[in-house]
């Protein structure tokens, strides 16, 4: 008898069955199994959506939202690491670094200092004038074609400001550099260039060295090396370090070693465990994020 | 002012409460695909439904087996290199895979439990570090003195691998945050050994890289550089990536310890390994009903 009256007590209230309406379209559930946001809630304004005109026979667009010129503009400042704001801040602290390096390398007087800063300014200034006018004609439905077309246009004017691996090996940076790196070069005379050029070489194989020995000690946890085999295999790394960048990589050249060297450095059990491959992980596994110079 | 029973019927309780009780009804629905369900007979037409929530508890079973492995694995590749090492002799090494073979589970229950129990699902135990402190205690339990010496030499090896690898990440970092030359990068990994701590490595596997103090590296700085050191944006950056190659060895629950040709006692009993559902297995709950296992006899019989 309660929940009879109970009951005939919630139908007389007005906005229950509303309550239960709104609260069923506003679940996420809902919502997915529809396919849709409830219109109660969404606050979008509906995008007009062109479709591709068949008749014209063109490629249909690649995405089925507007690429506004903020959009591109984003993409490309994100490309150079984050927003605007922050790689201005990172072009400035690494123009900073450098000049203090050399500074301390081999001196560099304040008229450089002030020169170089200024065109790291100006640079910058062009920059952000170039992307603004390149992306004011972006397509703004484009086509696969269209979008890589495109693109490349940006590539070409964000890749001089692309942060790439300082301590690459030198000589492979395939990126043309920036303005105020050529003006920093051209007042350096032969010999500072070549002091700087051997330090940089320096710092490139400390931490080559460092990610070889990474590498070194992941193959001994799977595969048990004592220290005498970490010692032999550390020399073996020292001279193909190529090989010894990542697990996968050394794992592979292990595993095609031939037999009688493997039999040299490595016992039967290991033999075994480095023919099979590598176990895999759906799990997040921590990444120190050291490659990337800001 | 005290509640009666009938004073929940009232509108102005009544609908607060059916209100709340809907929108659990609906969040119930809506996070059914991120639960796992699993049904099973239990008894003669008896069903018991076991709900877990999906990336949590989901799969947990699953990944204490893989932990289990791991660690196993560990041990098992320190038990080979005792025997290259120490060369202990058959009763040594027979003492030693027994005391193993008892124990690992009960000592390195916490690191499984860690690991199994993570909720974000990362690899987030050191277990490398775990099993080789607790197979130098057993070592020194079982074996000579002078055994015992020669594999602390083993591991003080490992250790300095280790610490040149953290400290030379260290260095690293300070490299970019500060923009240090090659000689001044030396001076910095001199400071920094000094300051050496065996927890760093436990802290660089679990994914962080331990601080390099700007006091302690100051004096190496140029005054430039001292003033680009208080810029706290440039530090290295640390964050966990999906999925990928493990550097962990694997021994199956099945199969025994050993140390060159001895194995653990066959007394000692083993985990049976039954094949279970990947961890990441996820039903929904309509997929429960074809699922039920119907028996082949009557019930009724």
């Known amino acids: 008898m309660s929940i009879l009256h109970s009951f005939r007590l919630l139908t007389q209230i007005p906005c229950y069955p509303a309550l239960i309406l709104v609260v069923f379209l506003a679940h996420p559930s809902t919502a997915q199994q529809t396919g849709k946001i409830p219109n109660a809630l969404n606050r979008n304004q509906p995008e007009a959506v062109e479709d591709p005109d068949p ?16 959009r591109w503009s984003e993409m490309a400042y994100g490309t150079l690491g984050g927003t605007r704001a922050t790689f201005e801040q990172s072009l400035r602290r690494r123009v900073r670094k450098t000049l203090n ?3 301390q390398l081999c001196g560099i007087s304040e008229d450089v200092r002030i020169k170089v800063n200024a065109t790291a300014d100006l640079e910058f200034q062009r920059l952000d004038a170039d992307i603004t006018a390149l992306v004011s004609e972006a397509p703004r439905r484009p086509t696969q074609q269209q979008y890589q077309d495109f693109y490349q246009k940006l590539w070409a004017l964000i890749s001089p400001f692309q942060p790439t691996a300082q301590w690459g090996p030198p000589g492979q940076e395939n990126r043309n550099k920036a303005l105020w790196e050529k003006v920093l070069h051209s007042n350096l005379s032969e010999d500072h260039q070549e002091i700087i050029s051997n330090d940089q070489r320096q710092r490139s194989e400390y931490n080559n060295r460092v990610q070889r020995l990474e590498t070194l000690l992941k193959v001994s946890r799977v595969l048990g090396l004592d220290s005498k085999q970490l010692g032999i295999l550390e020399k073996i790394a020292d001279a193909n370090p190529a090989a010894w960048i990542s697990l996968e990589s050394v794992w592979t050249t292990l595993a095609a070693m031939p037999e009688s060297q493997q039999r040299e450095y490595f016992t039967e059990t290991q033999r075994i465990r480095l023919s099979r491959p590598l176990e895999y992980t759906n799990d997040l596994q921590p990444v120190m994020n050291w490659n990337q110079p800001e | ?11 102005r309780i009544a609908t607060p409460l059916v209100f709340a009780v809907c929108l659990l009804g609906c969040l119930v629905v809506g996070s059914v695909d991120a639960q796992e369900v699993q049904v099973q007979i239990v008894g003669e037409g008896d ?16 990944r204490a087996e893989t932990a289990q492995r791991w660690v196993r694995g560990f041990i098992q590749n320190e038990f080979n290199n005792v025997e290259r090492v120490c060369k202990p002799s058959t009763k040594e090494a027979q003492a030693l895979v027994d005391v193993a073979e008892r124990e690992w589970k009960s000592r390195l229950s916490n690191t499984i439990r860690a690991y199994a129990e993570s909720q974000n699902q990362r690899i987030n135990a050191d277990f490398e570090s775990r099993v080789e402190r607790l197979v130098q205690i057993w070592v020194r339990d079982a074996l000579s003195d002078e055994q015992y010496e020669k594999w602390e030499q083993e591991i003080d090896v490992r250790l300095a691998y280790r610490k040149r690898i953290v400290i030379g990440r260290m260095v690293m970092d300070c490299e970019r945050k500060y923009g240090l030359t090659h000689a001044q990068m030396q001076e910095v990994e001199k400071l920094t050994q000094e300051r050496w701590k065996d927890s760093w490595w436990s802290m660089y596997r679990t994914g962080t890289l331990p601080e390099t103090k700007f006091s302690w590296i100051s004096k190496v700085l140029s005054e430039s550089q001292r003033t680009a050191g208080t810029d706290r944006a440039s530090q290295v950056t640390e964050h966990f990536m999906g999925g990928g190659f493990v550097d962990m060895p694997t021994l199956r629950l099945d199969e025994r310890f050993k140390i060159g040709s001895v194995s653990s006692s066959e007394e000692i009993p083993l985990e049976k390994v039954e094949p279970s559902e990947p961890a990441d297995r996820k039903m929904l709950l309509f997929e429960v009903a074809p699922k039920i296992f119907v028996p082949d006899r009557d019930p009724r019989r």
């Open chain 1, 55 to 70: 008749k014209k026979g063109g490629d249909p667009p690649m995405m089925q939202f507007e690429m506004e010129p903020e």
């Open chain 2, 47 to 62: 069903v018991q439904f076991n709900v877990a929530l999906g990336g949590v508890m989901a799969g947990a079973d699953g």
């Open chain 1, 101 to 103: 390096r050399i500074e």
């Open chain 2, 1 to 11: 002012m005290k509640l009666r029973r009938t004073d929940l019927f009232r509108p």
